[in-house]
């Protein structure tokens, strides 16, 4: 099955710099790469999703890159907030009648203010 | 638009005692569902899927047991619980035929 390896398992980083976060991916047929952030206590949320098709995507401060020759793929945070501190998730699909994510073990993102 | 939602939003249990957690969604029809467990501190770990009324398919051999009664309910099951199977348990769904997934609220189970 497919295996997502994330790095680095734990970040920090001073208010206003940038944030990177990456991942590793073993099964060539992927060909969905989503990211969640996960606040202390609460539930996943997407924050940004990229397909096969494209090679990097970007919404206000965020943005991810996908290189699928090397299969992986990096989250980006630039100008960071101390609200962007919380849990980092990557995760890889293919498609299929389940669609089931493999996730990483994440990334404890603090941003010191 | 679709919510999801999950009951109890938290849980403490005797360890043989039995488990039911349910997870419903609302507003979309024939949604993929799944069961995640997270351990403290740790991530997400994949327990059932279910593409249908009746159809579970199981990730990890375990004691917990899964099933779908009605299109938008899963049901997450145990007869005893072990002290190992403490940890914040998510229901996610995804539109059939897509790959997004979205995580309801979450039940912390702790066992005692």
């Known amino acids: 099955g497919e295996n997502v390896e994330q790095h680095p398992s734990t970040l920090s980083v001073q208010e206003g710099d940038s944030a990177v976060i990456k991942c590793t991916y073993s099964d060539s047929a992927s060909n969905y790469f989503p990211w969640y952030k996960q606040e202390l206590g609460k539930r996943p949320q997407l924050i940004i999703d990229?397909?096969?098709?494209?090679g990097e995507k970007k919404d206000q401060r965020i943005a991810v890159t996908l290189n699928k020759t090397a299969k992986h793929f990096s989250l980006h945070i630039t100008e960071t907030q101390p609200e962007d501190s919380a849990v980092y998730f990557c995760?890889?699909?293919?498609?299929?009648?389940?669609?089931?994510?493999?996730f990483g073990a994440g990334t404890t993102v603090t941003v010191r203010a | 638009s679709q919510t999801i939602h999950q009951w109890p939003a938290t849980l403490v249990q005797p360890v043989g005692s039995p488990l039911s957690l349910e997870c419903t969604v609302e507003g979309t029809s024939n949604p993929n569902l799944y069961w995640y467990r997270q351990a403290a501190g740790r991530g997400l770990q994949l327990l059932f899927y279910?593409?249908?009324?009746?159809?579970i398919s199981s990730e990890v051999p375990q004691n917990l047991s899964a099933s779908r009664p009605q299109d938008r309910q899963f049901i997450l099951s145990s007869k005893k619980l072990l002290l190992s199977d403490s940890g914040f348990y998510l229901c996610?769904?995804?539109?059939?035929?897509?790959?997004?997934?979205?995580f309801g609220p979450g039940t912390r189970l702790l066992v005692l």
């Open positions: 995760a890889a699909s293919k498609r299929s009648n389940d669609y089931k994510l493999s």
């Open positions: 996610a769904w995804s539109v059939g035929g897509s790959e997004t997934q979205y």
């Open positions: 990229i397909r096969s098709n494209v």
């Open positions: 279910s593409v249908g009324i009746g159809q």
